[in-house]
């Protein structure tokens, strides 16, 4: 089984942007360097389905998937990144988190191992077996179904995170992607050892 420093479950603006800036403090914190993650991704962004017009950064009117797609276009950018499709089916945990996730067609299976565990995977449903997480009604919404997961600042327990709809923040994508880039700080500050916030300098 691949072994990965960070997993993220969910590929829409709030599990991208915490893989941003965990991949862009490898260029300048050494507790950061040689660190690598994987997203894993079925697909089912809210995102898909909107269209935007009060979003900082993106074109204005913009559809929801070719603004995840431009998003998503920045991966190139960072090759200790890997994004996979699938839906996750099992996730086990000890010392690290053992992730079992299978194609879309539900064929192939695969299994990853990661230290750190980050669920962006939207309030619609929790479905994934063998993680044992609080959740609750999402309070944002009139509709009874949505759920959300219990946390504090983001963190569900030590090495678990949770970010996007599921840590029950607004519906919009300016909040949500901020939430994953939170979790990203968490993260590497941990590493480090104290709270740290890199941002990306000109080369003087």
Same mark, same amino acid.
């Given at each position: 089984?691949?072994?990965?420093?960070?997993a993220i479950i969910g590929g829409g603006p709030a599990g991208l942007s915490a893989a941003f800036?965990?991949?862009?403090?490898? =260029? $300048?914190?050494? /507790?950061?360097?040689?660190?690598? +993650?994987?997203?894993? !991704?079925?697909?089912?962004?809210?995102?898909?389905?909107?269209?935007?017009?009060?979003?900082?950064?993106?074109?204005?009117?913009?559809?929801?998937?070719?603004?995840?797609?431009?998003?998503?276009?920045?991966?190139?950018?960072?090759?200790?990144?890997?994004?996979?499709?699938?839906?996750? =089916? $099992?996730?086990? /945990?000890?010392?690290?988190?053992? +992730?079992?996730?299978? !194609?879309?067609?539900?064929?192939?299976?695969?299994?990853?191992?990661?230290?750190?565990l980050v669920l962006a995977t939207g309030f619609r449903r929790w479905n994934i077996k063998g993680?044992?997480?609080?959740?609750?009604?999402?309070?944002?919404?009139?509709?009874?179904?949505?759920?959300?997961?219990?946390?504090?600042?983001?963190?569900?327990?030590?090495?678990?995170?949770v970010c996007g709809l599921l840590s029950g923040v607004s519906s919009q994508w300016d909040i949500?992607?901020?939430?994953?880039?939170?979790?990203?700080?968490?993260?590497?500050?941990?590493?480090?050892?104290?709270?740290?916030?890199?941002?990306?300098?000109?080369?003087?």
């Amino acid at each position: 089984m691949n072994k990965y420093d960070v997993a993220i479950i969910g590929g829409g603006p709030a599990g991208l942007s915490a893989a941003f800036i965990i991949a862009s403090a490898s =260029k $300048h914190l050494e /507790e950061a360097m040689n660190r690598n +993650i994987i997203i894993i !991704d079925a697909g089912h962004s809210d995102a898909l389905k909107a269209k935007f017009h009060n979003v900082s950064g993106l074109p204005f009117g913009i559809e929801g998937k070719e603004a995840l797609e431009l998003t998503k276009s920045k991966l190139e950018n960072f090759p200790n990144i890997k994004f996979v499709e699938g839906n996750v =089916k $099992h996730i086990s /945990e000890d010392k690290d988190y053992v +992730i079992e996730y299978r !194609d879309f067609e539900d064929k192939n299976k695969e299994f990853v191992v990661s230290d750190n565990l980050v669920l962006a995977t939207g309030f619609r449903r929790w479905n994934i077996k063998g993680l044992d997480v609080p959740l609750k009604e999402f309070e944002r919404s009139e509709n009874p179904t949505r759920v959300s997961i219990e946390n504090t600042d983001f963190k569900v327990r030590d090495n678990l995170y949770v970010c996007g709809l599921l840590s029950g923040v607004s519906s919009q994508w300016d909040i949500v992607a901020g939430s994953g880039s939170q979790v990203g700080v968490h993260i590497i500050s941990k590493w480090a050892g104290s709270w740290k916030v890199v941002h990306d300098k000109n080369e003087v």
